[in-house]
């Protein structure tokens, strides 16, 4: 996916009107709609847990009626393999077999 992100929507309005790394975070509260829109959001990323609490379902159902896409972001941890970009740069000890289980 390429994508940027353009703005962090907290449920918590203590945050509203702050920045994590220079994004800005506005609380997903009464104008949850003019916001998307002001910010031209396309997609939502969700991330944390599995279950969503009730407001932030309320979150999610307001980007789908503002036919917004709503995608869960997830992470992978996984030991480096000769091809990747990274190894690149140095040589990669072996790793035992059974030593690491993503």
Known sequence: MDACPVLILDTDWASDHTRIDGIPVRYAGRNLAGILRQ?????????????????????????????????????????????????????LPAVAPGAFHP
């Open 39 to 91: 910010y031209k959001v396309e997609i939502l990323m969700l991330s944390g847990a599995d279950s969503l609490a009730a407001r932030e379902q309320e979150v999610v159902a307001a980007c789908v009626r503002e036919g917004l896409a709503v995608a869960r972001f997830e992470m992978a941890v996984r030991p480096l393999r000769p091809g990747d970009r990274a190894a690149a740069a140095a040589p």
